[in-house]
């Protein structure tokens, strides 16, 4: 039998009976919009925590102080200072995994304009700074290697500052202070919003580091030197390389690390392998209703051949062969589970946008899901259609016509 | 004289029961020639439906050999005797059998749909014709379920014939019918006959036998009689006399009087 002929017959047998056929299909619809949408969800929320990781930084490698130890007591981190300028040098100068470094003074002072004053974080930062975040300017630029040899008193404002302090106009150009200090405002970075926990990444002054040490801070150590990695996959090389030369700088020979190598990527990590074992269990959870539509499909069609046993019967009388039943049983199983996915799918966009939309979480579906959930309804059709179709087949065409 | 459409013989049919032996058949010869508008007649349980799903092909015999229009049937797969079916029978069954919820056109086309030797072109078409051939032409789009008894096993008898099937095989074909229905479908298959399509008709009425040009008579798994009828009634004719009795009831006789 053709083709053509085989899938008009399909629909039309399914099409006479709309109620039931509708029913049948509920259960895969549901199935398969429920997978959606929790894959939609899981993969939204995955994307989000990577988009929040790599608002940190591209690649991000941080160097801080080290711990030390006072007759036998650990300090905690952080205690015994000894990052240095010429850490970040020579870091910069011998890594050969690096793209950019660059050295970070941390000190806090008040900003003051002609028009009010904000206290904020003030960090001394060289030109690397703001590749290795990621980040830009929206007005004027960053100073450059000339400021920060020549230790000029230039200073970039982030955008709580500008909101703060030049709501109206353009700071590049104006005079300000910080503590006592006259600095020019050369550029205004943008706006880069809240790290996941909640701190505003935007109230800060970025000045050359030479200028922060001689004027701001008065002391040489730094909090910590950034560094950004050349690609991905060198994150764990380009730290074990950072230690290498950290310790041969500071001469450790056996003592332990005075110092701690970190990167975004452990967190990263945790934070993805999380979401996407829920979404795997979201998903897995989903199929199972997938599962149980199938069943549904079984039994109606097992229904539906008893039923239509004097239909076959007559098939049969006029020459189809045990073949052509099951194929007919077969095809009507699947363009029902079929449509059923597609249904299924649309209604699974919708309620992952409406999701997104009232409750405010970003939706995510890959386009591989469209095609898994497709070809996996219609392999429930074939799955669960099988049996009650070859039931069908092997009917003895003379029991069937008498069948009442 | 051209080959015979049936040529049996010895023809036994054995059912098993548990460890009892059912005889439906016991040795049956039996030759139709082209041409032939024959009666099998027998009451219930006399193996007549065990004969005509043999000669139907949808069962084989146990013992003995047949032979359809020179194609050796006995031994036959599952499989060939489908497609043996679709090439050479036409069947009309006493329920009519007709698809439900499938328009007359539709139920005429699915003989063809099933072809495996893409002998037809434009199924649709065939299937319309050969509506037009039982006086059924207006008809061509109505499901059985608004069609008259009549109605029904005149699309029954299209669907048998829409192969151009050696021969046409008529299980009880007016059994649900009205006498002026059965005769008038009876006046069909004696129209068709004269075009030249040989036709089998099982049943239990002597008077629907009558029209038959030859009968014969099944008891017990054995032909008993098998007698040519010197000068068979014209089903035609009768149902114009017919036409006066106002009084027909049955399944579809007043809308079928029309």
Same mark, same amino acid.
């Given at each position: &039998? ?16 709309? &109620?039931?056929? &509708? ?12 997978? %959606? ?43 015994? /200072? ?18 950019? =470094? ?34 830009? =300017? ?25 909101? /703060? ?33 909640? =701190? ?66 452990? %967190? ?90 009232? &409750? ?21 059709? =074939? ?22 | ?61 146990? !013992? ?63 299937? !319309? ?28 008898? !299209? ?10 095989? !008529? ?88």
């Amino acid at each position: &039998m053709k083709t053509k002929s085989l899938l008009l017959m399909a629909t039309g047998s399914i099409l006479k009976n709309k &109620m039931r056929t &509708m029913l049948t299909m509920l259960g895969i619809v549901i199935g398969v919009g429920a997978v %959606i949408v929790m894959v939609a969800v899981g993969n939204g929320a995955q994307k989000q925590i990577e988009a929040q990781i790599k608002n940190l930084g591209t690649n991000l490698i941080v160097v801080t102080p080290g711990s030390t130890a006072a007759g036998g007591a650990s300090q905690g981190a952080q205690t015994f /200072n000894r990052l240095t300028v010429a850490d970040a040098d020579k870091i910069k100068s011998d890594a050969t995994l690096l793209s950019a =470094v660059s050295p970070v003074i941390v000190t806090r002072t008040q900003v003051i304009t002609g028009k009010g004053n904000w206290r904020t974080e003030i960090d001394g930062v060289s030109t690397d700074y703001l590749s290795i975040r990621d980040w830009g =300017v929206t007005s004027g630029d960053l100073f450059t290697d000339d400021d920060v040899r020549a230790k000029r008193k230039v200073a970039v404002l982030g955008a709580t500052i500008v909101k /703060n302090l030049f709501p109206d106009s353009d700071p590049v150009g104006t005079q300000i202070q910080l503590g006592h200090v006259p600095f020019t405002v050369v550029g205004v970075l943008a706006a880069k919003g809240q790290t996941s926990s909640g =701190v505003d990444q935007d109230d800060i002054v970025l000045v050359p580091y030479t200028t922060a040490q001689d004027r701001l801070s008065g002391f040489t150590f730094l909090g910590q030197i950034l560094a950004s990695a050349s690609s991905p996959k060198d994150m764990a090389a380009a730290q074990e390389e950072i230690r290498g030369i950290m310790r041969d700088s500071h001469g450790l020979g056996g003592s332990p690390d005075d110092f701690t190598v970190r990167d975004q990527t452990a %967190i990263a990590q945790a934070a993805t392998s999380t979401t996407s074992v829920m979404t795997g269990l979201l998903a897995a959870i989903a199929s199972i209703s997938l599962v149980v539509g199938g069943i549904g499909i079984m039994n109606i069609m097992l229904v539906s051949v008893t039923e239509r046993t004097r239909e076959i019967g007559i098939r049969m009388a006029v020459g189809a062969r045990g073949s052509d039943v099951l194929t007919q049983f077969l095809v009507e199983s699947v363009v029902m589970s079929l449509l059923g996915g597609v249904v299924g799918l649309a209604i699974g966009f919708g309620g992952a946008a409406i999701l997104g939309h009232v &409750m405010g979480w970003t939706t995510a579906t890959p386009l591989i899901a469209v095609f898994v959930a497709v070809g996996f309804s219609a392999a429930v059709g =074939v799955f669960f259609g099988y049996y009650p179709a070859r039931k069908a087949a092997a009917l003895d065409p003379i029991q069937a016509l008498r069948y009442e | 004289m051209s080959t015979p459409v049936i040529e049996i013989s010895g023809v036994k049919k054995v059912y098993r029961m548990g460890t009892t032996e059912v005889f439906a058949l016991r040795g049956v010869d039996l030759t139709v020639n082209p041409g032939e508008l024959l009666a099998v007649m027998g009451s219930s349980g006399s193996g007549k439906s065990t004969l005509m799903n043999i000669l139907g092909c949808l069962d084989v015999p146990t !013992a003995g050999s047949y032979v359809l229009d020179g194609v050796r049937v006995d031994g036959m797969s599952r499989n060939d005797l489908a497609d043996l079916r679709n090439r050479k029978l036409g069947f009309v069954f006493q329920g009519f059998n007709l698809l439900p919820r499938t328009s007359a056109v539709e139920n005429v086309e699915l003989p063809l749909l099933y072809d495996r030797t893409g002998r037809w072109k434009n199924t649709r078409e065939l299937a !319309a014709d050969a509506l037009r051939r039982v006086g059924l032409g207006e008809r061509l789009e109505h499901q059985p379920s608004e069609l008259s008894g009549g109605q029904q096993q005149r699309v029954a008898i !299209a669907r048998a014939l829409v192969t151009q099937p050696t021969l046409l095989l !008529a299980d009880e074909p007016t059994g649900n019918l009205d006498s002026k229905t059965s005769v008038e479908v009876m006046a069909l298959f004696q129209a068709l006959n004269e075009q030249g399509i040989t036709v089998i008709i099982v049943t239990h009425e002597t008077d629907i036998a009558q029209y038959a040009h030859r009968v014969i008579d099944v008891r017990d798994g054995r032909i008993l009689k098998d007698h040519a009828v010197e000068s068979p009634r014209r089903a035609a004719d009768d149902v114009l006399t017919m036409d006066t009795d106002p009084d027909a009831v049955g399944t579809g006789a007043t809308k079928e009087a029309a």
